[in-house]
């Protein structure tokens, strides 16, 4: 089985990459693959809302010119998915955001390609807005028919500093550990 984490900072190996890597600790001690995808120097831009998804019915969005399908792909071949973002003005990364409506359209216009996956929302913060960021990760998860099993969330601002917050990274290996332990059950 395999866990797909999607990292939407433009910074490499920050706050919420870590968070997302204390997951991983976990569901790596229960035998489960791991990947992490970061887009950081990935080019990445929203719906073009040209409905042509929903005409070729391919599993693929149509507009070809970035890092999209392969995020899509990456999706449909793991079992969990973990959607991680910095909090920017209260919110989602622009990539993150990207992210959720190319892969959320191309799903609806396929039946639902994420369908009974278990999906996972991490946010890196420095103050505020941090659950109003999950709450935005959800929803992916929540359209697209896919089981959250739960969310985490640290705070810090320099690269490192959410190594500090004792409860966002143990909320984090709780995580992990309840995502692993739920992939499990649904596979037997
Ligand atoms: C453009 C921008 C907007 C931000 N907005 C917020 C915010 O609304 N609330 C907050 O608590 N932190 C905010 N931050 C701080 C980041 O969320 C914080 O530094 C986080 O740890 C970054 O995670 P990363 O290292 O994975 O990029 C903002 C940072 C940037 C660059």
New binding site residues.
């Given amino acids: 089985m395999k866990v797909v984490a999607f990292n939407g ?1 433009p ?1 490499k190996d ?4 870590i968070l997302i890597n204390y997951v991983f600790r976990e569901l790596e001690k229960e035998g489960l693959e791991t990947e992490l995808v970061q887009f950081s120097g990935k080019k990445i831009h929203g719906c073009r809302a040209c409905y042509k998804c929903f005409e070729n019915k391919d599993r693929r969005c149509s507009v070809k010119d970035d890092f999209a399908n392969e995020c899509i792909e990456k999706m449909i071949d793991a079992d969990g998915i973990i959607l991680g973002s ?5 919110d989602v990364t622009a990539e993150m955001k990207a992210l959720i409506d190319r892969a959320g359209f191309v799903s609806l216009a396929n039946n639902g390609l994420y369908k009974n996956k278990v999906g996972a929302s991490v946010a ?6 941090g659950i109003h960021t999950l709450d935005s990760l959800n929803h992916f998860f929540l359209a697209g028919q896919i089981i959250i099993v739960g969310r985490g969330i640290g705070i ?2 320099n ?1 490192g500093e ?1 190594e500090k917050d004792e409860e966002g990274i143990q909320m984090v290996k709780t995580l992990g550990q309840r995502m692993a332990w739920l992939l499990k059950k649904l596979s037997g």
């Fill in positions: 900072s910074r920050g706050n919420t990459a910095p909090v920017y003005f209260a890196a913060l420095r103050r505020t807005g810090g601002r690269i959410v």
